[in-house]
Structures are given as C-alpha cells and as structure tokens.
C-alpha cells in the first residue's frame, strides 16, 4: 500500500497543479491532505476547489481553521515586527477573497484522521495531524528532544505520527522499547507542497510505503519517500508581486525559505 | 462537509461503475470505501483497479482480509464460491493484504469533538453483524468501548441508521448497505451521504444528517455473466432478488 501524503499548500495554484501531475505517476492508493491550502498567495478559492473536485480526506490547518472563522488570527509563530506586519496583510486579504462556500468547507475540516491496521496479528495506527496532535499550531521540528517527541506520539497513540506545519521534511524513527522488546515509532514531517522552507524552492511531499510485513518491531518495515517536484515559480512569485501580499513572500517562494 | 461512504461491491463492476456516476453527481468533500470488494462475482481485479486508481481511502472487509488465509486448495478450486477469490491477481492481493482495518476522524465541532468511526463489520471484528435490532444497551456498550460518536459500517448488505441516547448526548450507527450485493429486498445498488453541518453537535438529535442513495445498474447484465462463469448460479438470483 502507498500512500500519498501532502500539506502546506498556502494558496500556490501552480504548485498544487504540479503535484497532482506528479503524485499522479506514483500511482498511490491512498491520498490525503494535512491542511493549509490558504494564505500567502492570491488563489485559495482555486486550491480547495481542487482539491474538493477529488474529494480527498483533508485536515485542517491553522491557516484554514483561522479564516473559516473569518479571523484575523492564523495561529503563525511570526517572529519580527516585519513578520508581523506581513502576516496581517497576508490574513486580511485571504479574507477578503476566499467565498463563502470555501470558507465554510475550511470551517468543516476534521482536525485529526487514524489509519489503524492491524497486520501480521499485530497492530499500528498511523495519525495524520497539522501541527502536533496537541495543537493544530505547534511546531515539532526535527531537532526536538527524542523523550518529547516519543511522549507526544505515546499519548496520541500513534505509531506513525505525520505531519505539516513547519514546511521542512523529515523522518526520525525512535525506539520506544519496553523490556528489551523494540517499538520503532515514526515521526515524519512531509514538507510543503506550495511554500517549502528548507532551502530547495521545489514543491514536495511523501510517499508512505506499508507492506504484509510493516510492523513496529522492524525499523526498516515502514518505508519513507521524500518526492520534490518541478513548478512554475516564477508564475507564483509574480503573482505575489502583483498582489497587496508583501514582496518578501515571493522572494520565499524563489529561495525556498 | 459531506461525506460519501459506500461498501460491499463484492467484484461487481457495472454496479461500481454505476455508483460513481451517481456519486459523482452529489460533489462529495470526501469519499471512504468501507470494504468487501472480492467474493461473489468475476471481477475482483476491476474493482480494486478501479477503486485503486481514484485512490480511495478503503478498509478492509472480511472477504478482503480472507484472501491472504486462503489454503492452496481453495484457491486452485474450479467452480464453487471459492472460485471468485481464484480470480485475484498478486498485485491485487498485495493491496488486500495492506488495507488498514479502520479510519477514524476527528472533528473539532462547536462545543466539542466529534469522533468519526469506519469499520467493515464492528469495532472489534471485520466480521460481526451489527444489526438494526440490536439490543440498546449493548449498542451504546460498541460505542463506548470503541470512543466513536458516529459508527459507520457495512458487512450485513441492509442499510440503515439509528440513533442512540447515551446521557445527555446522542450516538448515531449507519450501515451503508451494499454497492454490488444489497440483501433488503431492492437490487439496486446502495451508499450514503453523511452531512455534518457547522452548528452539528453531539448533544442534539438529527443534527447530522443521513442521506441512503439507491442507484440502478445494469442488474440483468451482471446476473447474466455470473451464470455464464463458473461461479454458482444462485449468485445471479439473489443479484435479481436482492436477499
């Protein structure tokens, strides 16, 4: 079984276009979306609409939990004044274009969505989270402390934990073993299809690879694909520049920060 | 935000084909595949082909779970209701093999969550009847011990929806009947539209709403092809009958 997982969109319609032609070639079994199809560019309306079309299994984001309340607030961890400034006019104008229906399918979203299997007379659950399953905006990078990071996954009952937010891609495994007895726990950042941050410009998002022999005591069992695509950028950065949205938002976009 | 669910194709194409045509139509924001896609019929590999390719979010049924148990001789069986599973190539069986058995999604509604349960038959087994006239109190014990506020599933081939009081609160269980096998009666192929509307809450009645979708296929032409093939000719009259 493959699964295709993808998040952080943030209103890029050329790369969103980009990686369903993309993902499309893999083939997947499964698709879902981690949420945060708004903001930071000029086409929300025609991202849901996209993905909507599909009907594939979407979470919300903060970015979508904000506006489907109409709120000024994104739950964004801005760091600088100028950050701040930024973010207000990036809110204030997703505000004003996204439509009624669209606002309401993003005040809809489920917030949370556990694959549980049960294979091999043994089971684990995969949990699909924006954030963290604690909150729809906490960070969880890479370099957070393993008794942290397995104390979150050990709560929420999650065996393979993905999730968005940070727009930068990993895979840690962490051995949550109990009396010498191994349980290998799966925490993956999937990265940002529409605004990545990790200093390749190129779209990306994960392939999850389970097979009959997937199990949480063989590390190697569950297999993680990071894919970065190709996308009109410029198309995107432009559309920023000829936009009210700050300027530094297309110069993110071209240098993947 | 509407959510189609549709279950137990048991390698029935032209009923599947028709069901997309009809769902299709309803724009659903998403869409989950309850399982049972093998047995009974000959087009087992077209089924999952076809589910496959939409990538549809599927569970595993019983029919489905059954096929990487089969002994070597019920797979080489000629004729007989093994036959079906006879037909299912590697790959298809791979993607048997890997199919999680429940999906649960959590919604953050108004005042509270709202947890979302798919299973094939029940919570704790792929292959438990969870009939309309179960008694209540072991009804809600189902929900309880499975934390689920809505409880869809499949596995009986007759739809229904019904729901509990559980305190202060409501519990609602939905069986989404069968695309390619239905058993009440009406041989037309059957789904359902679950809608949870922005003001939904697990503390008022009806508040969620349940849509039961019946859809005509070709019924003649698939009962027609069961009995040209080696399967047993039954399965044709109770394709007709519905039972």
Not at chain 1, 96 to 106: H, M, T
Not at chain 1, 197 to 219: A, E, F, M, R, W
Not at chain 2, 97 to 126: C, M, W, Y
Request: net charge negative; proline share 5%.
């Amino acid at each position: 079984m493959k699964i295709a997982l993808f998040s952080d969109i943030h209103a890029n319609l050329p790369a969103l276009e980009a990686f369903f032609a993309d993902v499309e070639t893999h083939k997947p079994d499964a698709i879902y979306c981690l949420g945060d199809l708004v903001g930071y560019n000029i086409w929300p309306n025609e991202v849901i609409n996209e993905i909507r079309k599909r009907g594939i299994p979407t979470i919300a984001g903060n970015y979508d939990f904000g506006i489907g309340r109409t709120s000024d607030d994104c739950g964004c961890a801005y760091k600088t004044d100028d950050e701040k400034a930024n973010g207000a006019v990036s809110i204030s104008l997703t505000n004003e274009i996204v439509k009624d229906e669209e606002r309401q399918y993003l005040r809809s979203l489920p917030a949370h969505i556990k694959v549980e299997f049960q294979l091999n007379n043994d089971k684990f659950n995969l949990l699909l989270v924006h954030g963290s399953p604690r909150r729809i905006n906490e960070y969880l990078f890479e370099d957070r402390e393993e008794k942290s990071m397995l104390r979150i996954m050990h709560d929420a009952d999650a065996d393979i934990m993905c999730f968005g937010h940070t727009h930068k891609p990993y895979h840690r495994i962490l051995n949550d073993s109990k009396d010498d007895a191994n349980h290998f726990r799966h925490a993956i950042n999937i990265g940002s299809v529409g605004k990545p941050k990790d200093g390749n410009p190129q779209g990306g998002y994960v392939l999850l690879h389970i097979t009959d022999h997937s199990s949480i005591t063989d590390k190697d069992s569950i297999q993680v694909e990071f894919i970065r695509f190709d996308y009109d950028i410029e198309k995107a950065a432009k559309a920023v520049e000829d936009s009210r949205l700050p300027n530094a938002y297309a110069e993110s976009l071209r240098k993947g920060i | 935000m509407k959510i189609a669910l549709f279950s137990d194709i048991h390698a029935n194409l032209p009923a599947l084909h028709a069901f997309f045509e009809s769902v299709e139509a309803h724009k659903p924001d998403a869409l989950y595949c309850l399982g049972d896609l093998v047995g009974y019929h000959i087009w087992p590999n077209e089924v999952i082909g076809s589910i496959r390719r939409r990538s549809i979010p599927t569970i595993a049924g019983n029919h489905d779970a059954k096929v990487q148990k089969l002994k070597a001789a019920d797979l080489a069986a000629t004729s007989g209701k093994n036959y079906a599973y006879t037909l299912i190539g590697d790959s298809e069986k791979e993607y048997l093999a890997t199919l999680p058995a429940h999906l649960r999604i959590e919604f953050q509604l108004k005042d509270g969550p709202l947890t979302l349960l798919l299973v094939h038959g029940s919570p704790v087994s792929n292959d438990e009847y969870l009939l309309e006239d179960k008694p209540e109190a072991d009804f809600l014990d189902v929900f309880q011990k499975a934390s689920a506020d809505i409880l869809c599933f499949g596995h009986s081939h007759k739809p229904y929806s019904r729901t509990l009081r559980d305190g202060n609160r409501y519990r609602l269980a939905i069986n989404t009947g069968s695309v390619g096998k239905p058993k009440d009666g009406n041989p037309q192929g059957g789904y359902v539209l679950l809608t949870i509307p922005l003001d939904a809450s697990i503390h008022h009645k009806d508040s969620i709403l349940v849509e039961f979708v019946r859809f005509d296929y070709d019924v003649e032409l698939s009962a027609r092809t069961l009995e040209a093939s080696s399967l047993p000719p039954e399965f044709a009259d109770m394709l007709r009958k519905a039972y």
